[in-house]
């Protein structure tokens, strides 16, 4: 099941990533991500930005290195 998944999610960032000057055009523009990011196109690189971690997502979720590594993290910032 984890490997649809890890697809799915791959997919969707590859999607989200080529596609982020249509889905600016539909959606309209972030004014936070345009103050922060600090120049022209700050909407459609934080875009860019989610569906690039969505594909990690993907690809952890497809290896099954997700929880390990949220486990890893997790007992690292908290010390459990």
């Known amino acids: ?6 697809i799915i999610f791959i997919v969707a960032g590859a999607l989200l990533t080529i596609y982020s000057e249509k889905i600016r055009q539909t959606f309209g523009q972030m004014e936070w991500a345009e103050r922060v990011l600090g120049l022209y196109g700050g909407t459609r690189l934080m875009i860019k930005l989610i569906g690039i971690t969505v594909i990690l997502l993907g690809f ?14 997790t007992k690292t910032l908290f010390g459990t």
């Open 60 to 73: 952890l979720t497809f290896t099954d290195l997700l929880e390990p590594m949220g486990r890893s993290i």
């Open 1 to 6: 099941m984890n490997i649809l998944w890890g």
